[in-house]
């Protein structure tokens, strides 16, 4: 193709809001976003270390922006999951976690992180077994679960089962909460673990059922626009399929902790400072989504 011909599809492409590549442009000056949203995920909340006054200062940080409600993508307390946590332990850090988050009178949507669990309950029928305790703490419906807020459509999942993966009930009402959705209807998905992850190379917890969900998703590359993320505490985003996912760290960092030799900075999970992000979300199903860093100290 001669250059002149170039710029010439370029300019035309450019003034569609389309670029060749499928990335987003910034949305057109003087257009406001329909909805403005704060991502937090990976608190890992609990009563010691002076946490709970560090973490208060982060969501103030957060709440100084004029945002219409709150995604928080799981493993909200420290930890319920290791083997030797006890039931005193788990219901402290639920009290740490209820006490940080009444400080906002916004709308929280949360999804299950797997250090949310508790599997250690004496049984099954325990109360606080598994993922009925924690839907409950977190005041969700259920463990997945869609909503939505002017003309986009929220999609919560669940990767909590064998292998990371959705099982076949979840899956097969995620395929029909795709398919119920009116042609074009922008759709952004949260998870606590990445369905796509630059990542994943040096650090796992990817969905595995990435695949699965790959070609869903292409079937309804008039809807899907976002996919949200936590769990590796790293920050990352690629675009595939014209789907933008993002990998939006941790307010935690090092776990609250200054770090080891991998941790580039103080607080640091290697190399991705703890912080929340911002997503603009637009009428026509543009996204933009920024990261804000945290400090810690």
């Given at each position: 193709?001669?250059r002149?011909?170039?710029?010439?599809?370029?300019?035309?492409?450019?003034?569609?809001?389309?670029?060749?590549?499928?990335?987003?442009?910034?949305?057109?000056?003087?257009?406001?976003?329909?909805?403005t949203?704060?991502?937090?995920?990976?608190?890992?909340?609990?009563g010691?270390?002076g946490?709970?006054?560090?973490?208060a200062?982060?969501?103030?940080?957060?709440?100084?922006?004029?945002v219409d409600?709150?995604?928080?993508?799981?493993?909200?307390?420290h930890?319920a999951?290791?083997?030797?946590?006890?039931r005193?332990?788990v219901?402290?850090?639920?009290?740490?976690?209820?006490?940080f988050?009444?400080?906002?009178?916004l709308?929280?949507?949360?999804?299950?992180?797997?250090?949310?669990?508790?599997?250690?309950?004496?049984?099954k029928?325990?109360?606080?077994?598994?993922?009925?305790?924690?839907?409950?703490?977190?005041?969700?419906?259920?463990?997945?679960?869609?909503?939505?807020?002017?003309?986009?459509?929220f999609?919560?999942l669940?990767?909590?089962g064998?292998?990371?993966?959705?099982?076949?009930?979840?899956?097969?009402?995620?395929?029909k909460?795709?398919d119920?959705?009116?042609?074009?209807?922008?759709?952004?998905?949260?998870?606590?673990?990445?369905?796509?992850?630059?990542?994943n190379?040096?650090?796992?917890?990817?969905?595995?059922?990435?695949?699965?969900?790959?070609?869903?998703?292409?079937?309804?590359?008039?809807?899907?626009?976002?996919?949200?993320?936590?769990?590796?505490?790293?920050?990352?985003?690629?675009?595939?399929?014209?789907?933008r996912?993002h990998?939006?760290?941790?307010m935690?960092?090092?776990?609250?902790?200054?770090g080891?030799e991998?941790?580039?900075?103080p607080?640091f999970?290697?190399?991705?400072?703890?912080?929340?992000?911002?997503?603009?979300?637009y009428?026509?199903?543009r996204?933009?989504?920024?990261?804000?860093?945290?400090?810690?100290?």
């Amino acid at each position: 193709m001669k250059r002149r011909n170039f710029l010439k599809s370029s300019a035309l492409f450019g003034a569609a809001g389309i670029l060749p590549t499928g990335a987003i442009v910034a949305a057109p000056a003087g257009k406001a976003p329909a909805l403005t949203i704060a991502h937090i995920t990976d608190v890992h909340i609990r009563g010691n270390d002076g946490i709970p006054e560090r973490a208060a200062k982060c969501l103030d940080r957060v709440l100084k922006h004029k945002v219409d409600f709150i995604l928080n993508g799981g493993d909200s307390i420290h930890d319920a999951s290791y083997d030797n946590v006890k039931r005193e332990q788990v219901l402290e850090q639920w009290a740490v976690w209820d006490k940080f988050i009444a400080k906002t009178d916004l709308e929280v949507f949360s999804c299950i992180g797997n250090h949310d669990l508790w599997w250690k309950a004496p049984d099954k029928q325990d109360e606080m077994y598994g993922k009925p305790y924690v839907v409950k703490r977190l005041k969700i419906p259920a463990p997945y679960y869609s909503f939505r807020k002017k003309n986009w459509h929220f999609i919560i999942l669940d990767g909590n089962g064998p292998g990371i993966k959705l099982d076949a009930e979840q899956m097969n009402w995620l395929e029909k909460e795709l398919d119920g959705l009116k042609p074009n209807t922008p759709v952004l998905l949260m998870s606590h673990y990445p369905v796509l992850t630059v990542t994943n190379t040096w650090e796992g917890g990817q969905h595995g059922d990435h695949k699965e969900l790959k070609k869903l998703f292409y079937k309804h590359r008039d809807k899907v626009k976002v996919c949200l993320s936590g769990h590796q505490h790293l920050l990352d985003e690629a675009v595939y399929n014209g789907v933008r996912y993002h990998c939006n760290g941790s307010m935690s960092g090092f776990w609250w902790g200054k770090g080891d030799e991998k941790s580039a900075r103080p607080y640091f999970y290697q190399e991705s400072s703890p912080g929340y992000a911002l997503l603009k979300l637009y009428e026509d199903g543009r996204v933009e989504n920024e990261y804000i860093p945290l400090d810690l100290s």
